[in-house]
Each structure stands twice: as structure tokens, then as C-alpha cells.
Nanobody
Framework: QVQLVESGGGLVQAGGSLRLSCSAS????????MGWFRQAPGKEREFVAA????????LYADSAKGRFTISRDNSKNTVYLQMNSLKPEDTALYYC????????????????WGQGTQVTVSS
């Protein structure tokens, strides 16, 4: 089992930046692909970014390209999401997810989920 805990969310003005962290416990994440998803009120959970277990490849939603960067530090068992040039439409609960030796853009690709961290972007 992998336990995931997100942190780093908060309230920020449009144009600002936040860095989300996802700390894993229970197992080392070095063999897990990791993803970030988000869910706004009344909407489905949507893909934001993903990274393979060895950082060899990353995926981004079109809405995140050029503004968000996913990275990982396997020595710290942590994954990050650097978010720049934030917009009000980025407001959502952000979730971290993990799957062994995989990645993907669908929630169905992932086996483990955190509880989420709230990001609110004011205009």
C-alpha cells in the first residue's frame, strides 16, 4: 500500500505561483508512476500532469502546458507540481495519484490517491 499526502495548496492571486508536494509513505515510489489531477466543484476529476517512475517522461494536460511542471525526488519519496501564471480557472482540489510502473491521463490508470489540497486563485 502507498499512502499519499498532498500539501502546498492555498489562496493566491491570478498570475501567482504555488508548488504542491505529494509525500508518499508505505513504500518507496521509485517504481511508481505519479500523477496530479484536479476537481472543481460540480465537475469531474481531470488530469493535470504525470511523470514516469524514472522521470523519463512527463505528460501534461493542454491547460497545464507551459505553466505547470511536474517533478519528483525519489530519494525524498516526494512528487511536486510547480504551478506558475495561475488563473482563476485553476481553482480546484488537487489530488496526487500513483500506479506501479505506469502513468496515464485517466483516473482509471491509478491505484492510489491522496486526500487532496485546495488551490484557490482569485481574480
Amino acid at each position: 500500500q502507498v499512502q499519499l499526502v498532498e500539501s502546498g495548496g492555498g489562496l493566491v492571486q491570478a498570475g501567482g505561483s504555488l508548488r504542491l508536494s505529494c509525500s508518499a509513505s508505505g513504500r518507496t515510489i521509485s517504481s511508481y508512476g505519479m500523477g496530479w489531477f484536479r476537481q472543481a466543484p460540480g465537475k469531474e476529476r481531470e488530469f493535470v500532469a504525470a511523470i514516469t517512475h524514472n522521470s523519463g517522461s512527463t505528460l501534461y494536460a493542454d491547460s497545464a502546458k507551459g505553466r505547470f511542471t511536474i517533478s519528483r525526488d525519489n530519494s525524498k519519496n516526494t512528487v511536486y507540481l510547480q504551478m506558475n501564471s495561475l488563473k482563476p480557472e485553476d481553482t480546484a482540489l488537487y489530488y496526487c495519484a500513483a500506479v506501479r510502473y505506469g502513468t496515464g491521463r485517466s483516473v482509471l490508470n491509478y491505484d492510489y490517491w491522496g486526500q487532496g489540497t485546495q488551490v484557490t486563485v482569485s481574480s
